[in-house]
């Protein structure tokens, strides 16, 4: 009798244990488990800039294919995109203020830091009140 106890005792546990650790995971483990392509991206935004990226990236390519790319680097391609907007921009006035501010930023969140800090500095020439 004593027996059936402890297979309830360790049943219960074993219960109790998948519990607390089901809650501790991240919300977004159960939507990649669900082929959530999104979600993946999203993951995988968040871990770039660790040396396990390159292997959890080709693996979101295995499993959702080239497409993963638009997913993972839509902000860059953005960026990118708001960069060459900025840029033309500054040949018709190459003294916006708020443009060369805005390039800042862009490059800033690039990781450019050096060109970024070059139009900081172009805009703080024009206004010395930008930070």
């Known amino acids: 009798m004593l027996k059936n106890y402890g297979f309830c005792i360790v049943g219960f546990l074993i219960v109790l244990l998948n519990i607390i650790v089901s809650q ?17 991206a999203s993951f ?3 871990i770039q800039k660790l040396p396990e990226f390159s292997a959890f ?15 993972v680097f839509k902000e860059h391609y953005e960026n990118e ?5 900025m840029q033309t ?5 190459p003294y916006q ?3 060369l501010y805005n390039l800042y ?8 830091v050096k ?5 900081l500095s172009k805009a703080q020439a024009i206004d010395p009140m930008v930070r």
Do not use: H
């Open 105 to 112: 930023l862009l490059y800033k969140q690039e990781g450019d």
């Open 24 to 40: 501790n995971l991240p919300a977004s483990y159960f939507q990649i488990t669900k082929n959530n392509q999104e979600a993946y």
């Open 97 to 99: 203020k708020n443009t």
């Open 89 to 93: 921009l500054l040949t018709i006035n």
């Open 57 to 71: 990236f080709q693996m979101g390519k295995n499993i959702f294919g080239q497409e993963m790319n638009q997913y």
């Open 81 to 85: 995109k708001n960069i060459r907007q």
């Open 115 to 119: 060109l970024a800090q070059e139009y």
């Open 44 to 46: 995988l935004r968040s």
